[in-house]
Structures are given as structure tokens and as C-alpha cells.
């Protein structure tokens, strides 16, 4: 017989689309540790876990979901997730969610530990079993099996657009009440510019040299511990297929930081 009194339950949490109903799936897991509190068990988090090597599991107690992840010092790999300024900088769904439901509404389970050659194993076992809801990558610390939904890569698009305009708007007008009048006199003034006043090809020239520096960076994605090797074309493009932002992947090449403890990123020879 099996004893279960030790197990602790994690409830996979999916959505069926073709009756919106909610589906609950119960599935043991026997974690080695469990912080029921991750905000009040901080420190004991860091020491417990500091220099061990093992898998690790986020539980958002509202929702159900979760996040599975591995990391070859826990305590350092899970201090990234205390930093309030790094959960900003590279924002991901796990990462959001603890920005918003706050650490005291999540369980922090080690599920084991194991030897830092047995990390992409172990990891993928808990990633085929729970199902975790926040992690974006399929298959454990790989590059591999994970691709946008057209749906998804507009969205993108039109977020990074809205945002922009967005931050624009405020600098310029913030504190300002603009008419409707006002707004459409704006925009055949602009329009009417633009007709009157051409841009010089020494002007266009210019723009597509700073989109090129800006955009246009080509960079390579080098996994640590597979040796898997990606190219993409755009920081923009990378960042969105990390789920990062592209400042993030700037940031990475700049100060020549891993992305999440693995990922080594560096801009593409010419």
C-alpha cells in the first residue's frame, strides 16, 4: 500500500473551451519542502535552498495555477523572483501574477532535489504531469516547441503599439482636456504637413539607420546547458519568444547577464 499521508495535492486547473467549464485535475506530488506563505517564509526560502540544485514549484492559491522551474542554485534562482524591479523588467505570466496577487497568496513547493545533470529530466517530468499554467516553454530549459499563435503575435503588436502611444500622449498632454474639434484639427494639420513637407531622402536614410541600431539588432540565443543554439532577426522578435520585453534582451547584451540563469545572448557579427 501506498502512504499518502505525506503527498500534498496541487490541483492542475484547466479551461475546456468547447463547454467553458472549468476542469480540475488532482494530481500527488510529494514535495521534499513546502512554503505555505512565500512572503512571511522569505528567508527561510534563501537558506534552506541555498546551493542546492533541484526543481521548484509555484502554486497561486486563488487560481490553482502554477509554475514549474529549475535552477542550479535554488536560493539564488529564486531570489530573482523576491526582486520586485527584475519581476518588472522581465515581465512573464508567472511574474505578473505575483506582482499582482502579492507573495502571500502563493505556495512555494521544492519538489526534489537532484544533481545539476538530471535538472532538464526532472524538469520535464513535472512539466508533463501539472501542466503548469504559467510556464511559457513547453519542454524544460530548450528553445524547442514554442511558437506564437498569429492571434498572440497581433496581440503583441497591438499592445506595443497602445503602450507607446499611450506613454506619448501622457507627456504631452497630461493634465490637458483636448475636444474632439481640437483633435481632428490636429490630425489634418499633421496630415496636411506631411503632404506639404516630404522627408529629404538624407531624412528617411537617417530614420531607417536609427530603426536598423534600434530594431533591426540580429542576435543569437545560446542555452548554457543544452548548447542549443537560436537565431533570431530582432531583439523584439527574441524577446517576445523568451516572453521577455526587448529592453530585457538589451539589458542582457549590455551587461552580458544570463536571461533566467541559462540563456546567453549576444548580438549577431555583421
Known amino acids: 500500500a501506498v502512504d499518502i499521508t505525506n503527498l500534498i495535492i496541487i490541483k492542475v486547473t484547466k479551461f475546456n473551451s468547447s463547454n467553458n467549464n472549468l476542469i480540475s485535475n488532482a494530481t500527488l506530488v510529494s514535495p521534499v519542502k513546502t512554503y505555505k506563505n512565500s512572503e512571511v517564509l522569505k528567508s527561510q526560502v534563501l537558506n534552506d535552498n541555498n546551493n542546492k540544485s533541484g526543481i521548484y514549484c509555484w502554486t497561486n492559491y486563488l487560481n490553482g495555477k502554477t509554475y514549474v522551474g529549475s535552477g542550479i542554485n535554488l536560493a539564488k534562482r529564486l531570489t530573482s523572483y523576491y526582486n520586485r524591479n527584475e519581476l518588472n523588467r522581465n515581465p512573464r505570466p508567472i511574474t505578473e501574477s505575483l506582482l499582482k496577487y502579492g507573495y502571500h497568496n502563493f505556495t512555494l513547493d521544492i519538489l526534489e532535489y537532484c544533481s545539476e545533470d538530471k535538472l532538464i529530466e526532472r524538469e520535464q517530468f513535472y512539466l508533463n504531469i501539472l501542466v503548469p499554467e504559467y510556464n511559457i516553454l513547453k519542454y524544460a530549459n530548450s ?46 494639420a499633421t496630415t496636411n504637413y506631411k503632404k506639404d513637407n516630404p522627408l529629404t531622402p538624407e531624412a528617411l536614410a537617417n530614420i531607417k539607420a536609427k530603426t536598423i541600431a534600434r ?32 529592453q530585457a534582451i538589451h539589458n542582457a547584451i549590455k551587461r552580458g547577464t544570463l536571461v533566467n540563469e541559462m540563456y546567453h545572448i549576444t548580438k549577431k557579427q555583421k
Open 143 to 188: 528553445l524547442l516547441g514554442f511558437k506564437h499563435s498569429k492571434e498572440t503575435i497581433e496581440k503583441l503588436k497591438q499592445r506595443v503599439i497602445s503602450s507607446e502611444h499611450k506613454e506619448l500622449l501622457s507627456l504631452v498632454h497630461k493634465g490637458k482636456v483636448v475636444s474632439q474639434e481640437t483633435k481632428n484639427k490636429l490630425a489634418s
Open 215 to 246: 530594431e533591426g539588432v540580429s542576435v543569437s540565443v545560446l542555452n548554457n546547458k543544452t548548447k542549443e543554439l537560436k537565431e533570431f532577426t530582432t531583439q523584439t522578435e527574441a524577446g517576445q519568444f523568451l516572453g521577455i520585453t526587448r
